[in-house]
């Protein structure tokens, strides 16, 4: 039986301990299954699946395509889980093996078990889960919070990874803006029409159509209705962190993005030594489904021209 389909009994239902998510109501834990399962079954088939043990919780991990050498792990962003990537896994594949971790903390294949007090336990969970997967070099790619978690690894965490790609990633280099703030207070609210909450969806994503047509879109609309964050408030990381990080680094930065000022963050990684920095103009917050080809073009290129040694 597959970690989706085992998610029911997994999954903790309120009430749980301080700092560990977890889902209002069974009823809405089946709500989240049923999105989740429809979202994975539109997916290219996974080769592999493994479940693996933290000292936070155990995490599910879905492989796509043959065993391969520094394989593209995936993180996805708040309140999504592996099937937000359906747009992206295809075109990744053209380039390397790709790996999806479901995150701690996240509605998800997960089930957290221990409070996570800061960024420094966030890259351990990743740095646990990918050496449990026997993963020792990898590609970390991540989206929003997904590329705040992809940082923090290469921060505290780095000696598994040969290089980081980071999709618009939230409070990494610029502060998270007003209307981000709006759109997450909004859309998490119990009881918002499901109508109202996908137009805060839609603001994320430049207008795009955010509504239960587009599978990833009720995955996290679900989520955001249905699951309860209790993770610590992501901290922006210092200028010196930042530029202490070895990983060759490529960021994606979206034009229109809400979440940040694109201008002020595309400054900011630029002061990063070695870093590879694009604003790619017109693209939304949710420009990892907007652009996949694109994106899957632009991160071949990034690996095929990293040195031998970094280079699968």
């Known amino acids: 039986m597959s970690g989706y389909e085992r998610l029911p009994e997994s999954a903790p239902v309120a009430p749980q301990p301080k700092g560990i998510g977890c889902f209002r109501s069974t009823a809405g834990r089946s709500d989240f299954v049923s999105a989740y399962r429809d979202g994975m079954s539109v997916l290219p088939p996974v080769e592999e699946e493994r479940t693996v043990r933290t000292a936070f919780g155990r995490v599910t991990a879905y492989r796509f395509g043959p065993p391969g050498e520094d394989p593209i792990v995936l993180l996805s962003g708040r309140q999504a889980s592996t099937p937000m990537w359906r747009a992206n896994i295809p075109g990744l594949l053209r380039h390397r093996t790709v790996w999806s971790m479901d995150s701690i903390g996240e509605p998800g294949a997960t089930a957290q078990s221990a409070r996570l007090t800061g960024p ?127 990983a060759p680094m490529l960021v994606i930065l979206a034009g229109s993005s809400i979440i940040h000022d694109p201008a002020k963050a595309a400054a900011r990684a630029r002061q990063l030594p070695g870093a590879q920095v694009e604003v790619w103009p017109g693209r939304s917050h949710a420009i990892n489904g907007e652009a996949p080809e694109e994106i899957a073009t632009r991160v071949g290129k990034f690996l095929s021209e990293l040195p031998e040694r970094d280079n699968a």
Do not use: C
């Not at 690894?153 to 007003?178: C, G, K, M, Y």
């Open 120 to 246: 420094e336990d966030q890259a351990r969970w990743v740095d646990e889960a990918l050496g449990e997967l026997g993963l020792d070099r990898v590609h970390l790619l991540g989206v929003s919070i997904g590329g705040w978690l992809a940082t923090q690894t290469a921060i505290h965490r780095p000696t598994r990874l040969a290089s980081v790609v980071l999709l618009d990633p939230a409070v990494t280099f610029a502060p998270v803006t007003w209307k981000m703030i709006v759109v997450s207070l909004g859309s998490a609210i119990p009881g918002m029409p499901d109508a109202l909450r996908q137009k805060l969806l839609g603001w994320i994503s430049g207008g795009a159509r955010a509504d239960d047509s587009v599978p990833e879109a009720r995955l996290i609309s679900t989520a955001m209705r249905e699951f309860q964050q209790r993770q610590p408030t992501p901290s922006q990381p210092k200028l010196e962190q930042l530029q202490a990080i070895t």
